[in-house]
């Protein structure tokens, strides 16, 4: 691609020139060895602006009164321009031909994080403030439709003295995220909105009043609705939490959800001691990979019902890889039933339920007495199916657990989030809790992503920043 570089001309800033504002921002772009320089026009020891011919990026920019508008689009490396108006950019730079034209390139270069220059002009000088921008998946309707979703730039505030400015690293798709753009989820963003509600970024920039975080910190959101499908993000200081940097990538991208969700309904429910039995359906998700993972750190046996698929067999192997100590499809469970498992391992005290329905009974079916079944989802969107005696005979107790809401619940109190993270870190960091196997997208390609998410049987999608 080949751009002309030329320089208009423009008079120095006077007093009438006051709060005038010029606004330059970076896109991609690149120049060849035929860049066209016109030094012929460029006066000397005035201000200068870059303007490039190219129709499918291009903005207008409003120079001081007086002076006409001009389409660009310069990438400017911010660290050079002087606040003293009445200097040439370029001249300050370099003095020979060569060296201006190795410094135009490198200014149209920069800036590729989203970089924003405002130029605001006072009465004698011309300050440059540095802001940003990000892209960002914005959905600006509820919809089924993937297709209502679009790539934006979005403007960054300022980082003021309570906040964080971060660069997203990898942002999960979960069916979670699909649910708030499709206005189903309990909880939901105003719109237009961003995607994603997990992920892990890394610290940029931190105001004066940040004691917490500081630049290089890997953070993790602590709520839901964050909106992490973005490239960055500035927030509060009491929006994120730190993760430990020597997990992988995935894993902090993914720890804050599903393995929390685990942890805590392992935790909660029934006080289970080494021996004891948890059965649950779902077992292949990512919350039953990490219950069937962290069950066998703790020493519980595990009883894991599967829907029956093509690759029955392979996913028995992959569950029992990760500690799984029985697998078996709802068919055989209805057809044979758990007689033969529970002559080697007591019933279960605790049950987890996410698909609800016909298998949501199973789960229920097979609980001790006063044992406990905790729904966290609904994936067959059925009636959960309750056999009556389980209530009446054994003194079955059946709750329901949201992670968003537990975390609600001690926002103020960053202790108990601190410790239930930790506690999963620490696991992962002793090998007892792997990353569930992944799909690595590039960011730009986030409607694979969605789209993947949306069928069944399929792997979860990490963005790639």
């Not at 310069?74 to 190795?102: C, G, H, K, W």
């Not at 490198?106 to 004698?124: E, I």
Request: proline share 6%; aromatic share 6%; glycine share 6%.
């Amino acid at each position: 691609m080949t751009f002309r570089i030329s320089y208009k001309r423009m008079r120095p800033a006077t007093h009438e020139d006051s709060e005038d504002s010029d606004l330059l921002y970076s896109k991609n772009s690149s120049v060849d060895e035929s860049t066209d320089i016109q030094d012929d026009i460029r006066p000397k020891h005035t201000p200068f602006a870059m303007s490039e011919q190219h129709s499918t990026c291009a903005t207008t920019f409003k120079r001081a009164k007086n002076t006409r508008d001009v389409d660009c689009e310069p990438n400017p490396l911010y660290e050079t321009f002087s606040a003293n108006a009445s200097q040439p950019l370029i001249s300050q730079l370099a003095d020979s031909r060569r060296e201006r034209v190795m410094w135009i390139r490198r200014l149209l270069s920069a800036g590729r994080d989203g970089t924003v220059l405002l130029r605001v002009r006072q009465r004698c000088s011309t300050v440059w403030r540095e802001t940003h921008r990000c892209s960002a998946v914005v959905y600006r309707e509820h919809s089924h439709d993937i297709d209502t979703l679009r790539m934006e730039m979005l403007p960054l505030p300022p980082v003021k003295d309570g906040s964080v400015r971060i660069r997203m690293l990898a942002a999960p798709v979960n069916p979670a995220d699909l649910n708030m753009i499709q206005g189903s989820y309990p909880i939901l963003c105003p719109v237009p909105a961003v995607g994603g509600n997990e992920g892990v970024g890394e610290v940029l920039e931190v105001g004066s009043d940040v004691t917490s975080l500081r630049p290089g910190d890997w953070v993790v959101p602590v709520d839901a609705g964050f909106g992490t499908w973005r490239t960055g993000a500035v927030c509060e200081e009491d929006e994120l939490m730190s993760v430990p940097k020597d997990i992988s990538l995935l894993g902090a991208a993914t720890v804050f959800v599903n393995p929390c969700t685990a942890y805590r309904m392992l935790s909660d429910f029934q006080t289970l001691a080494p021996g004891c039995t948890v059965i649950q359906n779902a077992s292949n998700s990512a919350v039953g990979q990490a219950v069937v993972q962290i069950a066998a750190a703790l020493g519980l046996k595990t009883i894991n019902i599967i829907r029956d698929r093509p690759n029955c067999a392979e996913l028995v192997d992959e569950l029992q890889s990760l500690g799984a100590d029985y697998v078996v499809t709802e068919e055989e469970v209805m057809s044979s039933g758990l007689h033969r498992v529970f002559e080697e391992v007591p019933k279960p005290k605790l049950g987890l339920n996410c698909v609800g329905g016909l298998s949501g009974g199973l789960v229920l079916s097979n609980l001790d007495y006063g044992g406990t079944m905790v729904t966290y989802g609904g994936m067959a969107k059925r009636p959960l199916q309750i056999p009556a005696k389980s209530l009446i005979f054994r003194d079955v107790t059946l709750k329901g657990f949201w992670l968003t809401q537990w975390k609600r619940h001690r926002k103020e109190d960053k202790a108990q989030l601190k410790a239930m993270l930790d506690a999963v870190c620490d696991l992962m960091r002793a090998g007892q809790l792997s990353t569930p196997h992944c799909v690595q997208t590039p960011f730009q390609q986030y409607t694979h992503a969605l789209r993947a998410t949306v069928q069944s049987h399929r792997r979860k999608h990490v963005l790639i920043m």
